[in-house]
């Protein structure tokens, strides 16, 4: 079969190379962030063979299964198993992906959206049974937000898992407005009582969002945010409620409920007089080593303990004298325990029943309210992000410069649409063939690729008009070329797929080559990147957070004969290290690479870092 | 810039091709013993342009099918070529003027039919301009002096058939032997005398406007015609050709043949067992290294990186992809993922610059960098008739722009690039690799730094 062969066909050697990979997963386990928590739960890769004679798993015929093309390469197989390990064929390392409920699990199969999207409509129309959605177009962020109107949240979930699993919303925007919507749904639609519930529920979603697209940070940010949102929401509201009930509280018993919740799981052991540095540290869990080594002044200046709920912290801000006890009561409060109460103190004398229950029911209304408006604030934040980048645009670039760009990206093009309104500079566009070349080169000459457009639809309706039509003077040139013409450059500005805590970041393939021939020539390099995609994520091995791409768009299948004897691959993402970058340009403002950290500080919470790793938690 | 070009081609072509000489003139200043001559030549010169655009005229009246690349409003004049040019045209004796001229003709009747279409956008990239040469794809308008063989490896040239510095060179004098061969010295003039500047220059010129010259052809060509110099002036004519072929046969022997040989052997010594060889497009030197060490039973891999457009390097895959060595592929984006595995990185080169600088298939550098990133060693195959006196500090002052269309997909968003204003694409073939990124050159006279290639050339040239 030309298809398995094609990355070094899945033959012994590749195989050990994918058992090693798997062991090393084993080893650190959380290098490679998808689910490592399953690795101990199925030592047996199922899908190993897959690409060759042996489908992933028998098609148990319950769902209705579509007829595959032979001609893809990738075995697609829907599968009814809860719980199924596939085989990452094109990154030669296994992932696992969990699908709990309509159980539609399958290999990574981009090439094959691109070319039958609308037989690939119907099968996740009759797999997830959903609406058959219109025909003919492959369903994109526009399709998703218009069906998560009428649909369930169970199957707008299931849904957009399956959207994220194919890539078919692969841009980090079009990701992150996704799952914000899906977020909003999700404190809509779903019941919950108190807030931990909630929280528990978010963190329920996210996880399994993430696990659908593990390199695809923005939605592990976006549900970050949300997280943090909530408990900021809820530490507000608790402070009301405490001003209310203050006299009551200092009688308050440091009495803690066991919280099925990961993130409260920490904070429950230790009272509070018992916290120290060291506790601190172990608490913020490895992967944010920058932090801990840096607490003084994350943490030191608001003296907020990260896993002390936020309410603590809120009282010692605002300079409330906190007693030991009353710190206590109010981290029992605030951690999202199975007490329904989530405003008044639990070991308050009771009240009457029905107060308390009137008094949930309004705080919960509240704050449902509230939370949305908070959902609804980072969902016009993604909105407006490249507008607000775009405003920073003036003060970098000046008259006749000659600035190299890389792929296309909507916030590096109204960025320097914004610079044109005042200036005439140069634009050169190396066109990172051979993923992203059609985008950049419709970007190049005015045609907006599918998904451009459906983010803007959304959006006011800006219709993004080509560099060229702005009177830049746009020059196309491939990627090889950027040695050649960068002592011309002054500068480069890149987009960005995902940036990490550490100041690095990931971008498309050939990013890094770039930044690196800019180094050699002391070319600054500016990084426009919305806050959305700064992650709090620190892997050591940056490998993890590369996917690979279709090795056909490297070598067609029309090149039969050579394929069956070549190994080939093609990252679609660089790790560009932060001593290769000068300067980020957020919706923020400009940052050097070194002040990341802070940034990621501010906009996540420690405890919903690792939320979706509980074995990280202590 | 691009507004003012349209006005000076609207003029009568005569002015462009006025222009042409003194053009000319200002390249030849340095050659001080064409400058006396050159000032008698001048009204000759103007003359004959004149009378050159007057037949300009009558040309563009009639619709002629124009062969030129839409993209190139301005008269690309012979002047406006690098100094390689330059040299083939300084050993033109005046006589030879007719002849020549009609390349300027040709130009010009491109030139024309420019005021027709007047909001024509340049599409060249500024920086790059003055390297913009029309690359012939057709025979028409060539000289009729044009020996056939030297036609049909002009187009072979165009169209990347034959492609590589080494492969174009050994063409280009297997086909000076063929029209040294055909010669027969007219009555009244000396095959020394005679041969270089009636013959061989119009075949040299119609090559060069399929393709530029390779820094290699220059170096054999220069060669050449000093040993058509050195030709006895008495000898009978068959005995002359007879010799000027075996000093053919003989260069190409020694200086390709055996060399490639001793550099593929010295390179196969370098490989060991469990290596992992990483490549650059496609160098023939580089493939006969592997296919040595491969042949002595040395056990590694290859990963050959590529680039668009000519994606050379898929050949090279393909070729030892079917000796069963192990290889792996990957374009350009993937090259700092793959650098890492590799242990070793084998260059090819079009040209080895005096200050150390590698000249070679633009990609290079990058890949040469990355190496140098990851601490690996990068060592350069190349052949001392490729080395050459000039120098480069960074790969805009000479380059070599292959047209643009070669650029677009066919089918993709490109195809109407030329109707979008202010786009351009550019498509440069070379560029210069900094001498700290290279460790070793492997040539046949030994193993060098790139601070040798002077001492190296200037040997080479010695023993000449």
Known sequence: MLRCNYRGGWTEAAYKKAQKNHSKVERSGRTVRQGSSEVEKQKQPVGRQSGNQRPLSKPQAKKPKAKIPTRNWLASVYITETETKAFHLQTEEPIFQKNSSAGLAYIECRPYCATYPSKFETC???????????????????????????????????????????????????????????????????????????????????????????????????VRRVLGMIREEA?????????????????????????????????????????????????????????????????????RPPLITSHASYAVLNGVPVQQSMFNLLSTNSSPSSTPVAASPVGKSAPSSAAISHRISTATLDLKAEIMNGIEEIIDELLQVDEQIAAYAQEHIHSNEIILTHSSSGSVQKFLLKAAEKR?????????????????????????????????????????????????????????????????????????????????????????????????????????????KLSPDYPFEFESLIEYGDPGSVIGYDDGPLVDKLEVDNPLFDYVPPDLVDLYITNLGAHAPSYLYRIVADHYKPEDINFHKPELQF | MPASDPPSAAEPAESTVGQEPSNANDTHKDAAKEAPKLSGAELKKQAKAEKAARRAQALADKPSGGTASPGQPSPISKGGEGAKGAKTQQKRTPATNVETRNLPVRGASQTTPLPQIPAKEDKTVEFFRHLYKPRRTTLTGAAKEVHPAVQALGLQMSSYTICGSCARLVATLQAFKRVIESYTTPPGNTLTRHLTSHVLSPQIEYLASCRPLSISMGNAIRWLKLEISKVDIYLPDAEAKKGLCEAIDVFIRERVTFADAVIAKSTASKIKDGDVILTYAKSSLVQKAIVQAFEEGKKFRVIVVDSRPLHEGKHLARSLAELGIEVKYCLINGLSHNIKDATKVLLGAHAMMSNGRLFSRVGTALVAMEANGADKPVIVLCETIKFTERVALDSIVHNEIAPADELVIPGGNLAAWRDVKKLQLCNPMYDVTPAEYLQMIVTESGNVPPTSVPVLHRLGNENQ
């Not at chain 1, 702005?470 to 040695?483: E, N, Q, R, S």
């Open chain 1, 124 to 222: 996740i129309s009759s797999a997830n049974g959903m609406a058959p959605a219109q025909a003919g177009y492959a369903p994109d962020l526009s399709a998703f937000l218009k069906s998560l109107k009428v649909q369930s949240l169970e199957k707008s979930i299931e849904n957009l898992i399956s959207l994220f699993k194919r890539r078919q919303i692969k841009n980090s925007r079009s990701c992150a407005i996704a799952t914000a919507h899906l977020l909003r749904q999700v404190v809509a639609k779903s019941k919950w009582s108190d807030l931990g519930k909630l929280l528990e529920r978010i963190q329920q979603v996210g996880q399994r969002l993430m696990e659908a697209q593990p390199r695809e940070m923005v939605v592990g940010n976006i």
């Open chain 1, 235 to 303: 530490k507000e509201d608790r402070n009301e409620e405490f001003s209310d009930s203050g006299s009551n509280s200092q009688k308050a018993s440091p009495r803690r409920e066991p919280s099925d919740l990961s993130l409260s799981k920490a904070g429950a052991v230790p009272p509070i007089g018992t916290f120290s540095p060291l506790r601190f540290e172990s608490n913020i869990g490895p992967d944010a080593t920058f932090e801990s080594s840096s607490n003084d002044d994350i943490f030191g200046k608001n003296s």
């Open chain 1, 424 to 532: 005439k500079f140069t634009v050169i566009v190396a066109e990172s063939y051979p993923n992203d070349h059609e985008a950049t080169h419709a970007a190049v000459t005015g045609k907006t690729s599918q998904d451009e457009k459906s983010v803007d639809e959304m959006s006011v309706g800006t219709f993004m008009k080509p560099l060229a039509a702005a009177g830049i003077t746009v020059v196309l040139m491939t990627d090889a070329t950027i040695f050649a013409i960068m002592s011309r450059v002054n500068k480069v500005i890149l987009a960005t797929h995902a940036v990490i805590a550490n100041g690095g970041l990931i971008a498309a393939a050939g990013a890094r080559i770039i930044a690196r021939a800019a180094k050699v020539h002391k070319t600054p390099v500016i990084v426009v990147s919305g806050i959305y």
